[in-house]
């Protein structure tokens, strides 16, 4: 059984129950190496600043390393009884140098270490995820260019509305993703900031060089106030308040795959690759990954509202409580990864039913308000021409036809300024050539837009 750090002052053994109860390695191991690269930068500022000799440091950082590899193979057995990663491994430090080791966490405390390891595993993570983020927004940009002439009904309310071209609506996907993805770059500014030197709460007494130390780590900035270092957790509120409102992107993209392979709309069909059978209906092809997608939303929302909950009420400045926000944080990383891995991978194998699609924009009425539009263009009031297409829209329901199945005379009983050019302004293709306002669904803003995302994830705009 290991000494405990604090067993000067207590009479007392650590109950078995509690050592279980308040160990944390199981989930903080997985930051070790952070750990270990901050103690190294804590090492090399207490040789500059005169705290320690350059012999010490050097002893301490080579028994660093060592730790580093051993962990990394496979050769550390991680101790509940040392509670967490950043007493498991100077205990270890211990055994490897000697009495320097118990140098090392001079002018440091256990508060202000935890803040440093989480601050550079997020750092970390977030830029994977930047960096995953522009793979998808790529396969978004992609597939919209190879279809760019599929053509599908845009819904409101889940009714038809208009028609729209595939790539416009993918490309509402990639400003989505885009829009996360400039939202974890911004949460970057918040996170990459250096509380180590904050110690327990209010600072050390040793002449310590926190710029140095940050330096070292390549951190832009130094928290500027001892008690908000090591108390401070909105960085990780604000990292998964992020990667909710990309669930949540993920989540309608996820229902509408699933709606969209269903054979009511049979608008695409997910590679085999990426879906899953019955075990007990042999017809059956599920879409599983999207589903489960969208179940993960749920968890991400739930990670966020533990951190949310777990800070409310807080006194200042550190409390054990906030040991609980590291599960959260690593499921929502490692959730969202893998969503965003998976959904890069399965959309480019996804086969798109272009005529199935484009079929489904010729029955409905999706071309109703453009019956309207022609009526304004040749001088009717659009109130009164919406009014004209209504009773249009309603002969045809009861005749089982659509606008552009009527004959011009049958168009003509409800407005003598219809004539024989109507049928070319109510086929899809006009209605989207048509809509050329900016952001709107013509096939040549949809290229721009595609041209001006490629551009963009080329760097060439940066
Ligand atoms: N394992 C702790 C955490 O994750 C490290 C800080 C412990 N500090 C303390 N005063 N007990 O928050």
Redesign the pocket.
């Known amino acids: 059984m290991s000494e405990k750090p604090w067993n000067g002052r207590f009479s007392e053994k650590t109950d078995k129950l509690v050592e279980a109860f308040t160990s944390?390695i199981n989930v903080?191991g997985r930051l070790y190496a952070y750990d270990i690269e901050g103690s190294v930068a804590h090492c090399k500022m207490l040789a500059k600043t005169g705290i320690i000799t350059e012999a010490e440091a050097s002893s301490l950082i080579r028994g660093l390393d060592k730790i580093k590899q051993d962990i990394a193979q496979g050769n550390f057995q991680f101790d509940d009884s040392l509670?967490?990663v950043?007493m498991n491994i100077e205990a270890r430090l211990v055994e490897e140098v000697g009495a320097a080791a118990r140098k090392l966490h001079t002018a440091r405390?256990?508060?202000d270490?935890?803040a440093l390891d989480v601050r550079m595993y997020l750092r970390a993570e977030t830029l994977n995820i930047i960096t995953l983020l522009a793979e998808l927004r790529q396969v978004f940009v992609d597939i919209s260019k190879a279809h760019i002439d599929t053509v599908l009904p845009g819904y409101t309310h889940l009714q038809r509305a208009q028609p729209v071209l595939l790539s416009h609506h993918l490309m509402a996907y990639y400003e989505m993703f885009s829009r996360d993805s400039d939202r974890f770059r911004d949460a970057l500014k918040r996170i990459n900031v250096m509380p180590l030197g904050a110690a327990?709460l209010a600072g050390t007494t040793y002449p310590i060089d926190r710029h140095y130390t940050a330096k070292c780590l390549d951190f832009p900035k130094v928290s500027a106030n001892s008690i908000d270092s090591v108390s401070d957790r909105d960085f990780i509120i604000e990292f998964l308040s992020s990667a909710s409102l990309c669930m949540v992107h993920f989540s309608r993209i996820s229902e509408e795959l699933i709606l969209w392979s269903s054979s009511e709309f049979g608008f695409i069909e997910l590679s085999d690759a990426f879906s899953t059978g019955s075990s007990i209906m042999p017809q059956k092809k599920n879409p599983d990954v999207p589903e489960l997608v969208r179940g993960k939303t749920g968890t991400v929302f739930g990670n966020m509202i533990a951190l949310f909950t777990l800070m409310k009420s807080l006194p200042l400045a550190?409390n054990?409580d906030?040991?609980e926000?590291?599960k959260p944080l690593f499921d929502t990383v490692d959730t969202l990864k893998a969503c965003i891995e998976i959904y890069t991978n399965m959309l480019p194998n996804m086969k798109i039913n272009k005529d199935i699609m484009g079929r489904a924009t010729s029955s409905g009425f999706l071309n109703a308000t453009d019956m309207a539009d022609y009526l304004a263009v040749k001088g009717m009031p659009f109130r009164e021409a919406h009014s004209c297409a209504g009773k249009a829209v309603s002969y045809a329901l009861n005749e089982k036809k659509e606008l552009h199945d009527l004959s011009l005379e049958e168009l003509k009983s409800f407005s003598s300024l219809i004539e024989n050019d109507i049928f070319s302004f109510l086929t899809t293709e006009q209605m989207i050539s048509r809509r050329k306002s900016f952001g709107g669904t013509a096939t040549e803003n949809v290229m721009a837009a595609i041209t001006a995302a490629e551009r963009l994830l080329n760097g060439e705009d940066s």
């Open positions: 944390s903080d509670e967490d950043h405390s256990r508060n270490q935890v327990a550190y054990r906030m040991q926000d590291k």
